[in-house]
Each structure stands twice: as C-alpha cells, then as structure tokens.
C-alpha cells in the first residue's frame, strides 16, 4: 500500500523560505516517478517541481524555476521541495504526488498525500 505523508508547511513572509517533506512508503519495488503540485483557492492544481521517470533529471515551471528545488533521499523514502524567495501567489496547499509505471512504461498508479498548507503573507 503506497502512503505519502507531508510535512512543513506554514506561514512566511515574502522573500522566505519554507522545506517541505513527503515521506512515502510501498514505492520501494516500484518503477515511479515523485512529483509535487499546488492548488490555490479558485484554481486548478499545478505541477510546481518532478523527477523524471526515465532520467532522473528534475524539471519545473517557469513559475517557480530558480526558486524551488526538488531533491530525495532515497536512504530515507523522502522528497523535498525547498521553496526559497516565496512570493503572496506561492500560497496554496501543496500535494507530494506519486506516480508508478508498469515495465512498459504506461502510468498504472496515481497516489496523493492530504496536503500541507503553505501561506505566504507579511
């Protein structure tokens, strides 16, 4: 059973930094790729920061690139997203995501943690 955990979230003021942590456990034999998304209030849920399935590189949008940084530690089944200079519209709640492949590479699990809430505001 496939379980991601959260943790980190809070509030901050502009310009600040926060280090989120999603702690996940049943990917261990797995072939998947780790995600995190964000949804504020009226929007749709984005995708803020990934690991690539097949190289392992890490991609982000424009939004967030030079700021946000994604890294794991696989010794401790934990990604990080290390969110610096936050701006009021980096608000939202923010969702570590787990996607598992088949051999074949065809997505065949979708898992999501609840949640942690991140507030940037003076």
């Known amino acids: 059973q496939v379980q991601l955990v959260e943790s980190g979230g809070g509030l901050v003021q502009p310009g600040g930094s926060l280090r989120l942590s999603c702690a996940h456990s049943g990917l261990s034999f797995s072939r998947y790729a780790m995600n995190w998304y964000r949804q504020a209030p009226g929007k749709e849920r984005e995708l803020v920061a990934g690991f690539s399935r097949v190289s392992g590189s890490t991609n982000y949008p424009d939004s967030v690139k030079g700021r946000f940084t994604i890294s794991r530690d696989n010794a401790k089944n934990t990604v990080y997203l290390q969110m610096n200079s936050l701006k009021p519209e980096d608000t939202a709640v923010y969702y570590c995501?787990?996607?598992?492949?088949?051999?074949?590479?065809?997505?065949?699990?979708?898992?999501w943690g609840q949640g942690t809430q991140v507030t940037v505001s003076s």
């Open positions: 995501n787990a996607v598992i492949y088949s051999g074949l590479g065809s997505p065949i699990g979708d898992y």
